[in-house]
């Protein structure tokens, strides 16, 4: 299949959430259980941290990766991982909603050692038609290839910027240690059931030593954490994410988020690294910000 056909595909599945899955997303990300705001269903400005926009990419990108074997060559599902994300928030997430998420391949690019996957992907209120937010996925299939595939990305603004952090002292750091528990708590908060997370026999045949944190989980205590340091905890402020996820994180090691204020407080760059060796493991990153005239220097 060449890439002009694979562009037409289309897959779209429906979801549904209540307050009771934003309150286990938002302490599956290490929120303070005394924070009402984030964690009581009555509370005036009760809301999901930011990154509750990713799960429903979750259920979609399923249906996107068994089609793969479709229009991949060489297409190997142990061999695929998520590479790159972008999130954009278009409006506040209901209390409780049944959302429709369609997804379509933007882009397929032929690497030295695989291929890259960019998947859009669009998330509606179901009954009342209003999109609440943008994702792109993009998978590196290693070994993989595709028919007539490009060579470079097609640049699409923020959802392919890259954000290298400075050389100069982070403007602001925050840690976050996981628990030994933290991935079976994100898997059920999450719905990305994938075993890796939780089963050591599969991990250890993935070459880990043990169960990995889900790569959206450490996205999401990053975002915790700029909206902590740069947006005096106002969820509303968040505009979009982009980042690489470059290494994993064990469940149990500490997670530290190195931050650098940019263009007037408008964009956050920053890194993450975990445990002793303080490997890198999101890189690339910056988070937009909306109306930071009130936000912390």
């Not at 994300?85 to 909603?97: D, G, M, N, V, Y």
């Amino acid at each position: 299949m060449e890439v002009d056909q694979i562009k037409q595909l289309s897959w779209s599945v429906k979801t549904s959430y209540t307050a009771s899955s934003i309150i286990t997303y938002n302490i599956a990300l290490g929120t303070d259980g005394n924070d009402l705001s984030l964690c009581f269903e009555r509370h005036p400005d009760f809301h999901p941290l930011p990154t509750f926009g990713s799960l429903p990419v979750v259920a979609v990108m399923g249906e996107v990766t068994r089609s793969m074997p479709k229009f991949l060559i060489n297409f190997d599902p142990s061999r695929h991982v998520h590479g790159e994300h972008f999130l954009e928030l278009r409006r506040p997430f209901p209390k409780e909603a049944t959302l429709e998420t369609t997804a379509k391949v933007l882009d397929i690019v032929n690497r030295s050692s695989g291929v890259t996957v960019c998947v859009g992907i669009w998330t509606k209120d179901f009954a009342t038609g209003h999109e609440i937010c943008y994702n792109e996925w993009t998978s590196f299939i290693i070994k993989a290839s595709a028919k007539d595939a490009a060579t470079k990305p097609i640049p699409r603004g923020a959802a392919t910027a890259s954000h290298p952090a400075p050389s100069r002292t982070p403007d602001a750091v925050l840690e976050y240690r996981t628990t030994p528990e933290q991935g079976a708590l994100y898997r059920a908060a999450s719905g990305d059931l994938n075993p890796l997370h939780i089963d050591p026999a599969v991990a250890k045949a993935g070459g880990f030593p043990g169960p990995i944190l889900t790569g959206t989980c450490t996205i999401g205590i990053g975002v915790r954490h700029i909206i902590e340091a740069f947006a005096n905890g106002d969820s509303s402020k968040f505009e979009n994410v982009k980042l690489r996820l470059s290494n994993v994180v064990f469940p149990g090691e500490t997670v530290k988020t190195e931050m650098w204020r940019e263009d007037g407080g408008r964009r956050i760059v920053y890194r993450q690294v975990s445990g002793e060796d303080n490997r890198v493991v999101i890189s690339q990153a910056a988070v937009g910000l909306r109306d930071v005239s009130n936000a912390r220097l």
